[in-house]
């Protein structure tokens, strides 16, 4: 006894119907060049963005002033960096004045390391090794760990002669 739903030799098959084939639609071929509808919105999109960069403020903190705020924010640094490596490391307020260092170095080069007229400068030059050395020396070993002198010594040089270099307008 074979099931009516198994195929064996001697069942007679029934003939598939026809699948029905439906046409192809084919999209509208794209025009040779953009319509009128493309065009316009891309004039649109371009002109509001152009309007609205004229428009806006441009921040101070983005880009770097004139010369003389170079000079006096670079002083600032210099003075800051002298005054907390001379802190004694039993100083109560050694964290807190390398914390105001790291912020104060931060913004510095945040400020003037994009500015490609600065970046050949030697006080630039100068300034920007000595923190990365002093930022690297607080960073790997803390707040309170004081500076090697062979270090500290290195530091203080940079710092001479990024001064001499900022006061011979370089």
């Known amino acids: 006894m074979s099931s009516p739903t198994l195929l064996t030799p001697t069942s007679n098959l029934k003939p598939l119907l026809p699948v029905p084939v ?17 065009f316009l919105s891309f004039a649109a999109v371009t ?32 003075s800051k960096v002298r005054s907390t490596i001379k802190m ?5 307020n050694v964290a807190t004045a390398v914390a105001e260092l790291r912020d104060t170095s931060n913004s510095w080069v945040a400020k003037y390391r994009r500015e490609k007229s600065l970046l050949g400068r030697a006080s630039f030059r100068e300034i920007y090794s000595a923190l990365n050395a002093v930022s690297g020396h607080y960073i790997s070993f803390g707040p309170t760990a004081p500076i090697p002198a062979k270090r ?14 900022l006061l011979r307008g370089r």
């Open 22 to 38: 439906k046409p192809k639609t084919t999209a509208a071929a794209p025009p040779p060049h953009p319509s009128r509808r493309h």
């Open 47 to 78: 002109t509001t963005t152009l309007s609205l960069s004229t428009l806006l403020p441009l921040t101070p903190a983005a880009f770097a002033a004139d010369d003389e705020e170079y000079v006096k924010e670079t002083s600032d640094v210099i």
């Open 88 to 92: 004694d490391k039993n100083d109560p």
């Open 152 to 165: 500290k010594a290195r530091i203080l040089e940079e710092m001479d002669t990024a001064e001499k270099a």
